[in-house]
């Protein structure tokens, strides 16, 4: 009888033990004790390393197009028209001569500079790497591809292995832009964007599902964030490589234009590279479960390996099952919100600070290094402190740590607006500073919220949302702006309206809605431990009746 009680209560206890604990080492007194950077292998910096360096590369081979496509354009004869200062002359001489005033190339190319006999023609008439033709590739056929395809290809990786896929679509986007330094025709160019955005949407699914495998929930935002730091590194890197590696004309005597194909071999070599390091000195980590909060939301659900014979459209409804919870769907527009933000300014900078006098020297000299500066220590240290907030608190406490970098940065990006350089742009370092730490928190809290084993699945549909409602906003641009237009305000005072409600604004929106979703999300974590108690006093019992009954 004793022997059948112990193999009985073996066999209930097992089930509790595969669904409530997961298979990892208990952390004992001395761990808690440990200091945060005590608990860092050597493996997981060098892992986050090569993570780091692919999504460098993943902006810098995307932003590079934007780089270069003026003399791209007039080598390929694309895009627009319009009338610019001869390459041999200095925006000093392009202030005075007001090329870009002109309407078409008669008007152009009458345009002088000087007086009497010293005057000078000065003006081309020439593609401008702006208009439709343009517009499409640097966007729908990017983004659709890179959203779309995004969802599809981690689907195998929720089954398959992680680190083959990422090391092959780094490989295949680095192809793609290297390939386009010996594009001939405008069509060839398409085909290859399309490329570029199908590879590239593997990359942070793929990241974020192995980097919550290989790193403690206690450190895995801090990981988040210094990945995210590939994205002001690559973007910064693309105006620094794009511009000076165009200039030097690299191995080229016959015409002046062809500089720009350097920039994509050089830019597209290193991650052939870093793709094949992956691939030889990379483990494929081993798949833990979600956060504990996660699981036990999904503890009504079979476990989706048991089912590898289920059809795409039920593993789609699984996957897409989490984000109809109402504190994700909150967080996921709160955090869309933000990014329409961050894409709103990104898009006029350029514009705007040209519209209020600022020569491409002053830009340079500040938007060149505060991005990558402000930024990179942005989402790093955000990333630190909701891992510091979020021990002994919850899930929710990580929203709290956006809400308020969010409320903080505000006023300062309105700054960048309402003051006069250089104050302007000295704004941007604490905006960049506060308002970048939405990215890895905003992450880390969906990777906790979803089951490891559609975990990668669930980032790309993240991803898609707020790409595709960040990536389109700024179209409300124009419209806003021909309003303030009409009220008689300046093109420039104009630009400035717009962006007032665009940027600064939308800050302010979607911290107001990571606030009900932090409730939520608070709401949730207390019901499920309630949820887990009462089942475990249920086991209790259930055991201790199985016991009398034999």
């Not at 208990?26 to 493996?43: A, C, N, S």
């Not at 969802?151 to 192809?175: E, G, P, Q, T």
């Not at 062809?258 to 920039?263: I, L």
């Not at 094949?276 to 081993?286: F, G, S």
Request: charge should be positive.
């Amino acid at each position: 009888m004793e022997k059948n009680r112990e193999i009985r209560g073996q066999s209930e206890r097992e089930p509790l033990l595969q669904q409530d604990q997961p298979p990892a080492v208990q952390p004992t007194d001395e761990d808690d004790k440990m200091f945060w950077w005590q608990k860092i292998q050597g493996y997981q910096l060098y892992a986050l390393f090569l993570f780091l360096i692919t999504y460098l590369l993943n902006q810098l081979d995307r932003y590079m197009l934007a780089i270069t496509i003026k003399p791209m354009s007039q080598e390929l004869k694309f895009g627009d028209m319009g009338c610019m200062i001869g390459s041999n002359y200095s925006d000093a001489v392009a202030g005075s001569a007001k090329c870009g005033d002109a309407l078409s190339q008669t008007e152009c190319l009458a345009k002088t500079y000087g007086n009497g006999s010293e005057a000078r023609y000065v003006c081309n008439w020439d593609y401008n790497g702006q208009g439709f033709q343009y517009q499409i590739v640097a966007g729908p056929v990017f983004i659709v591809i890179y959203t779309f395809a995004g969802i599809f290809i981690s689907f195998a990786a929720d089954k398959y292995n992680r680190k083959v896929m990422l090391a092959s679509c780094l490989i295949l986007w680095s192809v793609m832009t290297l390939l386009t330094g010996f594009i001939k025709e405008y069509w060839q160019l398409v085909l290859l964007r399309f490329g570029l955005g199908f590879g590239e949407a593997g990359c942070t699914p793929f990241v974020a599902s192995m980097l919550a495998d290989i790193y403690p929930t206690e450190l895995r935002g801090t990981a988040l964030g210094i990945y995210n730091w590939g994205i002001y590194m690559g973007y910064s890197l693309s105006y620094a490589l794009g511009n000076l590696i165009t200039a030097a004309n690299i191995n080229d005597q016959s015409y002046t234009l062809h500089g720009w194909r350097w920039s994509f071999f050089i830019s597209g070599m290193p991650g052939i590279l870093i793709g094949i390091l992956i691939l030889l000195t990379l483990k494929e980590p081993e798949r833990k479960n979600a956060s504990k909060e996660a699981t036990q939301a999904q503890q009504g659900d079979q476990s989706l390996n048991s089912t590898v014979s289920e059809s795409k459209l039920k593993r789609l409804g699984k996957i897409l099952k989490p984000f109809l919870a109402p504190s994700l769907i909150l967080a996921v527009l709160a955090g869309s919100i933000r990014n329409a933000a961050g894409y709103v300014f990104a898009y006029n900078t350029q514009p705007y600070f040209t519209g209020i006098g600022q020569s491409k020297e002053d830009i340079a000299k500040y938007m060149g290094w505060i991005p990558i500066v402000g930024g990179s220590l942005g989402v790093a240290v955000g990333g630190f402190i909701s891992d510091r907030v979020v021990k002994g608190r919850g899930i929710y406490a990580r929203v709290a740590v956006v809400i308020a970098s969010l409320l903080i940065a505000a006023p300062f990006a309105a700054g960048t607006l309402f003051l006069s350089p250089p104050y302007a742009y000295i704004c941007q370092i604490p905006t960049y500073l506060f308002g970048e730490m939405w990215i890895g928190i905003t992450l880390a809290v969906v990777v906790e919220l979803i089951p490891s084993n559609i975990r990668t699945s669930a980032v790309a549909v993240y991803l898609f949302i707020i790409s595709n409602i960040g990536g389109n906003m700024p179209l409300l641009v124009p419209p806003i702006q021909k309003g303030f237009e009409n009220q008689g305000f300046t093109k420039s005072g104009s630009l400035r309206g717009a962006l007032y409600i665009l940027y600064p604004g939308l800050y302010v929106v979607g911290a107001v809605l990571f606030v009900p979703a932090m409730f939520l999300l608070k709401r949730d974590q207390v019901k499920l431990k309630e949820a887990e108690y009462v089942k475990m006093q249920t086991s209790q019992t259930s055991i201790a009746d199985g016991d009398k009954n034999s």
